[in-house]
């Protein structure tokens, strides 16, 4: 099982499903939070950044991608897509969880704790 960073001390979490048929698009936007989005089916086409900084990734069932706050970013579906996108934040002003840390392999739940 592949479980995502813990986050402490949350105020405000948003946990979205997002549905987007092929040849849709999820515009270019900044990111108000830490925030990953994880395909949970389908197949879809992920930047970051813009303008010459700006790469692509092909996402597919099962895979993931974090954005830092404020990272510019946009997704394409190739096929139709369901995903999941879990934004968090912190309290303490600005703070916020860095949810960029790699994911970590548990096969113990009891690990986790």
Excluded: K
């Excluded at 979205?16 to 879809?44: D, I, K, M």
């Amino acid at each position: 099982m592949t479980l995502l960073p813990l986050v402490e001390h949350s105020e405000r979490t948003h946990v979205n499903v997002a549905r987007v048929r092929a040849g849709g698009t999820l515009g270019e936007h900044p990111a108000t939070a830490p925030q990953v989005f994880a395909v949970v089916s389908g197949e879809a086409v992920v930047s970051s950044g813009t303008g010459p900084e700006q790469t692509r990734l092909a996402l597919t069932s099962g895979e993931a991608v974090v954005w830092e706050r404020g990272e510019v970013h946009q997704t394409w579906a190739t096929t139709d897509v369901v995903a999941v996108v879990i934004e968090a934040g912190v309290t303490g002003g600005d703070a916020v969880v860095g949810l960029g840390t790699p994911f970590e392999e548990v096969t113990d739940l009891a690990e986790r704790r």
